[in-house]
């Protein structure tokens, strides 16, 4: 079965620096990957996803991930964090074989210090 | 272009009842998705639906059901209200393969609160 997992719960960063959240999967094919995020009291905002075209793959804000298959891993980065970028985030594998669905993992808080 | 929509926002309910929620599919969309978020967790899968049937369904138990209409319009339905169904219920669209890149919308979510 497919899978991801997300390490670290929380993430805090200041203002301007580097955002790294992790994100690694598990899946006997090659996967399709998402990134979502998700604002308080709110839905679910496709960053990016990867679809076994590029492994580095360019989202919307400024963040962009890399698929690495050696280490399964479909990581998350922003070069600068804005205060805006406040929110939860989940990584997310699609199922394959017959229907398809989202399994996601549990999230990562990002928090932005000033 | 008007996105997901869901209704109602936001939702009271006391042990026992019965509930209905509703959810619009994107324009073009032919296929929704019902996930339930709760407190602190990532969204997991309850059933979708496709051509007015429930293609496939995770793991929950039969209290939860569903309906699609032949406009792609669905309802959740969950019967015998518990405590622990008290989360965000976000409903997804989409078409055709999601793998060929159309991928999922998602809506705002129902809140509802079990009490």
């Known amino acids: 079965a497919q899978s991801v997992t997300q390490l670290g719960s929380h993430v805090s960063v200041s203002e301007g620096a580097l955002v790294l959240l992790r994100c690694n999967y598990s899946?006997?094919?090659?996967?399709?990957l998402f990134w979502y995020v998700q604002y308080p009291n709110q839905g679910l905002q496709l960053l990016l996803k990867?679809?076994?075209?590029?492994?580095l793959v360019k989202g919307i804000n400024g963040f962009e991930a890399e698929f690495k298959k050696s280490e399964t891993s479909f990581h998350l980065t922003k070069p600068s964090a804005h205060m805006s970028d406040a929110a939860e985030y989940f990584c997310?594998?699609?199922?394959?074989?017959?229907?398809?669905?989202?399994?996601f993992g549990k999230g990562t808080k990002l928090t932005v210090n000033p | 272009d008007a996105g997901v929509t869901q209704s109602p926002t936001h939702l009271i309910k006391t042990r026992g009842q019965q509930v209905t929620l509703r959810c619009s599919p994107k324009?073009?969309?032919?296929?929704v998705s019902w996930y339930q978020q709760a407190l602190g967790q990532g969204p997991q899968f309850i059933f979708q639906?496709?051509?007015?049937?429930?293609?496939q369904r995770g793991n929950f138990p039969d209290r939860f059901s569903g309906h699609q209409f032949p406009n792609y319009s669905s309802e959740l339905n969950v019967n015998a209200l518990l405590l622990g169904d008290s989360a965000l219920y976000l409903c997804?669209?989409?078409?055709?393969?999601?793998?060929?890149?159309?991928?999922?919308?998602f809506g705002s979510g129902t809140r509802l609160t079990v009490v």
């Open positions: 997804a669209s989409s078409f055709g393969d999601a793998r060929g890149g159309y991928g999922y919308t």
């Open positions: 899946s006997s094919v090659p996967p399709y």
């Open positions: 990867y679809t076994s075209a590029a492994t």
């Open positions: 997310a594998v699609l199922t394959q074989g017959g229907s398809e669905k989202l399994v």
């Open positions: 324009s073009g969309h032919d296929t």
């Open positions: 639906y496709y051509e007015e049937e429930e293609r």
